[in-house]
């Protein structure tokens, strides 16, 4: 559906994207994730055609940029970061502006579609307010029907949820879910549980690379690669304990962590093999009078292989 | 040409929405009226010579006003992007606001159609000159508004668009008052050059193809330079 490969942008001598390559399959959710100023939003300008690539192609369903630009954008539904819109203008007279420039000139058509998007965004209460005194929230829900104007193949959203309340998140999430049954979405944030909760496939970006591209599904299980056992004791020393958890299987990575609270002793345990080791720990702990405050499995969720991609790099 | 019909018709009632047209066109009645009526009596003739005399230097003034927003804002204020990204080229949109103002500039100077109504009726006008007059008046106000469009793409500061848009305009205006400054061998050029020569032909009722062609032409470059500006801000 869409293709980019090596896209690359310069702000005179400041490198914001740096040969980024990205396919999008049709019907797809994806995600751009990355810190602040990783060139999620250049990139997703540079998509939807508002910026000139310094190098680097872009192809949507066979047509190229810059050659079919207007073609491109008319597949397009592009959702700018805090929806910038007309504030002297009202709801309603702006989305007949937009359905205008975007080839819906019947006003019939312009109703059906009008009708359609009010439900869809919840605008039916705010269609005779003027945009200035709209709240942020409704603001990007008049933005979201922008986008969706001509029922567009492809949305593009920059983060559609920042600023937002929890609310107000969870509806604009209820949303893209809704829409992306059918649509294909690229839409760009930089909170990771937003990306969990709604992609299918997972782009993170940092300064200007991409440092990984894989399913939701795929990252989340390399999370569960990392993860460890993290057991809380009451009773023993730390040496004490150490020396008996490692008499158990010596392979083991144990290590010290800092306890929650005083006369506790924590440890961090990896077994080589990944392999679940709790009810091994539980059964050899059984043998003495120590007490079990907390044994639990802790996986890598993305937060950390985030922090880790982004922290490297940077 | 639907889409710079659409753009047109928004940036057209955009004036209206705001009190921005009505202040500016209370502003240009003002100015022009107490400058026109406040010898017109004097002289006591029954033409409107001076008050299209005045035209080009009051157009330098008012028109940037009324154009500076037109790039301006929407830059500012983030719009740019969600127009720039619908399907519309930006020779679409140069043209859209580029008609926007002109029109505007043209419903500015419907009131003082007033003027030659009344001056009929006390005295036995010539209309030649007077339609001529407003002929000319069009094409210098779309020759301004280009101008003014081009300062307007320049920058995302209002004000700034606004000085660039009145020393453009203003040079043009007033550089045929200069020419005794320049060097003989250049005169003609400047001559040419200035806007006020060729709006006087109009006020005479002379309907000359070389100052149609002149501000046409003037038209043309800026809005040329204009969509060179967008394609180079992007």
Redesign the interface.
């Known amino acids: 559906m869409i293709d980019v490969q090596d896209l690359t942008k310069y702000y005179n001598d400041f490198c914001a994207v740096d040969h980024i390559s990205l396919s999008v399959q049709p019907g797809e959710i994806l995600g751009l994730l990355g810190p602040n100023g990783a060139g999620k939003t250049t990139t997703l300008?540079m998509l939807?055609?508002?910026?000139?690539p310094t190098s680097g192609r872009i192809s949507v369903k066979n047509l190229d940029m810059p050659k079919d630009t207007?073609?491109i954008?008319?597949l397009?539904g592009?959702l700018?970061e805090?929806?910038?819109?007309?504030?002297?203008?009202l709801v309603y007279d702006y989305l007949v502006?937009?359905a205008?420039?975007?080839?819906i000139?019947d006003p019939d058509k312009q109703m059906e579609r009008f009708k359609i998007l009010a439900d869809l965004c919840g605008l039916s209460t705010i269609m005779d307010k003027p945009i200035a005194t709209l709240s942020k929230g409704l603001k990007q829900r008049v933005?979201l029907a922008?986008a969706m104007m001509t029922d567009p193949e492809i949305l593009v959203l920059d983060e559609p949820t920042s600023g937002l309340d929890p609310n107000q998140i969870a509806e604009i999430r209820t949303i893209i879910r809704q829409i992306g049954k059918e649509k294909t979405i690229v839409f760009s944030t930089h909170i990771l549980s937003e990306a969990e909760a709604t992609c299918d496939r997972i782009v993170i970006i940092n300064n200007g690379r991409v440092v990984a591209d894989d399913t939701t599904a795929n990252l989340k299980h390399k999370g569960m690669q990392n993860s460890f056992v993290r057991l809380t004791l009451k009773g023993p020393d730390r040496k004490t304990a150490h020396d008996f958890l490692t008499s158990m299987d010596p392979a083991l990575d144990i290590r010290s962590a800092e306890p929650k609270e005083e006369g506790l002793v924590c440890f961090e345990i990896r077994s080589p093999d990944n392999r679940d080791v709790r009810s091994d720990i539980y059964l050899k702990i059984k043998q003495t009078d120590w007490i079990i405050l907390e044994l639990a499995r802790e996986t890598q969720a993305l937060e950390k292989i985030f922090q880790q991609l982004t922290r490297q790099e940077a | 040409m639907?889409?710079i019909k659409?753009?047109a018709i928004?940036e057209f009632k955009?004036y209206f929405?705001?009190p921005i047209a009505y202040i500016v066109i209370a502003l240009f009645l003002i100015v022009t009226g107490w400058f026109f009526f406040s010898t017109f009596f004097i002289f006591g003739r029954a033409d409107m010579r001076d008050f299209f005399s005045l035209l080009p230097i009051v157009f330098s003034f008012f028109i940037p006003a009324v154009t500076m927003r037109l790039f301006a804002e929407e830059r500012n204020?983030?719009?740019?992007?969600?127009l720039?990204?619908?399907?519309?080229?930006f020779t679409d949109i140069a043209l859209g606001k580029f008609f926007a103002a002109t029109l505007f500039a043209a419903a500015m100077l419907v009131p003082t159609l007033a003027y030659p109504v009344f001056i009929s009726f006390i005295g036995d006008m010539d209309p030649g000159p007077v339609a001529g007059g407003y002929l000319g008046a069009l094409f210098l106000a779309a020759a301004y508004c280009a101008m003014g469009l081009f300062a307007s793409a320049l920058t995302r500061n209002q004000i700034i668009a606004f000085i660039i848009g009145c020393a453009l305009c203003f040079t043009l205006t007033i550089i045929n008052r200069m020419l005794f400054f320049m060097p003989p061998q250049i005169v003609a050029v400047i001559e040419y050059i200035g806007a006020s020569s060729h709006f006087t032909n109009f006020s005479k009722g002379i309907l000359d193809s070389r100052d149609i062609i002149y501000f046409i032409s003037l038209v043309c470059i800026f809005m040329f330079s204009t969509y060179i500006v967008m394609q180079e801000k992007?």
């Open positions: 300008r939807t055609g508002y910026f000139r207007l073609r954008k008319s397009m592009y700018p805090s929806a910038p819109l007309y504030h002297n203008m502006y937009v205008r420039i975007k080839g000139t933005g922008h | 639907s889409q659409t753009i928004k955009d929405i705001s204020v983030g719009s740019y992007e969600t720039l990204t619908m399907p519309v080229s992007n």
